[in-house]
C-alpha cells in the first residue's frame, strides 16, 4: 500500500504569484567592520510557470545573488550586506523582475542595522564624590566598572587604557575573549571642583580599535 503525504505548503508573504519567504523583506543585524548574510526564497504558487528573469539593487548596501532552484517554480536570493557600512540603520530595496504579466516586478524591502564592533557598557562614567580619602580607599569604594563586549565571535583584547585625567585609572578586571570588565578608579586625590575628561580604550579589533568613553567628576 502507498501512503500519500500531505506536502507542506511552503511559507511566506504573497506578492504576485509568488510566496517570498520567509516575509518580503530582508532585515538583519551586523556589528561594524563585518557582513551579515541570508537569504529568502521565491515560490510561484501559481498553476503556470512564472520566471524571475532578474534582481536589481543599488549595491551600496548588499550585494544579492538569484539562484534557479526550479525554472518557473522555485528560486532564492542570497544576500550579503557590505563590510563598508557605517553604525546605524541602511535600507534599500530589491528589485526582482519576472515575466509574469500580473506582476512584472515585486520590490522587497532590505534593512541592515549595523552596531559597533565593541560595545561599551556604561557609555558614560559619572562620579560624585562627597570626600575623598586615600588611593587604596577610593579604589575599592569609589571605582567604578565598564564592560567591553565583541559583537560577534571571540578574541577581544585590550592593549593600553590612559586617560587625559591625571587622577584617573583603568585597569582589566576580567576576560574571557569575548567580554572584558575594565575597573576604572583613581590613582591619586582628585582636587575638589568639577572635572570632565576621557577615558580611551585601544582594543585588537580594527573597526574598533579606539573606543572613548567620557568620564565626569564631581568632587566637593
Known amino acids: ?77 542570497n544576500f550579503a550586506s557590505s563590510a563598508e557600512l557605517t553604525i546605524g540603520t541602511h535600507k534599500d530595496i530589491l528589485k526582482v523582475r519576472t515575466d509574469s504579466k ?41 571605582s567604578k566598572f565598564l564592560w567591553l563586549r565583541l559583537g560577534r565571535g571571540t578574541g577581544l583584547d585590550v592593549t593600553s587604557i590612559t586617560s587625559d585625567l591625571p587622577f584617573i585609572q583603568g585597569k582589566i578586571n576580567s576576560k574571557d575573549g569575548q567580554t572584558i570588565v575594565v575597573r576604572v578608579g583613581f590613582s591619586k586625590k582628585p582636587p575638589v571642583g568639577q572635572h570632565s575628561g576621557t577615558l580611551t580604550v585601544v582594543t585588537n579589533v580594527d573597526a574598533a580599535k579606539t573606543i572613548e568613553i567620557p568620564i565626569s567628576i564631581n568632587v566637593k
Open 102 to 142: 500580473e506582476t512584472p516586478e515585486m520590490a522587497i524591502l532590505i534593512e541592515i542595522t549595523v552596531y559597533p564592533a565593541v560595545l561599551a557598557s556604561p557609555s558614560k562614567l559619572e562620579f560624585d564624590l562627597t570626600s575623598v580619602g586615600d588611593v587604596d580607599e577610593e579604589l575599592s569604594g569609589i
Open 1 to 77: 500500500m502507498v501512503v500519500k503525504t500531505q506536502e507542506t505548503a511552503p511559507a511566506g508573504m504573497k506578492m504576485g504569484t509568488f510566496l517570498v519567504g520567509p516575509t518580503n523583506k530582508w532585515m538583519a543585524r551586523a556589528p561594524k567592520g563585518m557582513p551579515a548574510t541570508g537569504l529568502l526564497t521565491l515560490t510561484n504558487v501559481s498553476a503556470q510557470p512564472t520566471r524571475v528573469t532578474g534582481i536589481e539593487t543599488n549595491g551600496r548596501i548588499v550585494s544579492a545573488q538569484l539562484n534557479m532552484l526550479e525554472e518557473g517554480k522555485r528560486y532564492s536570493i
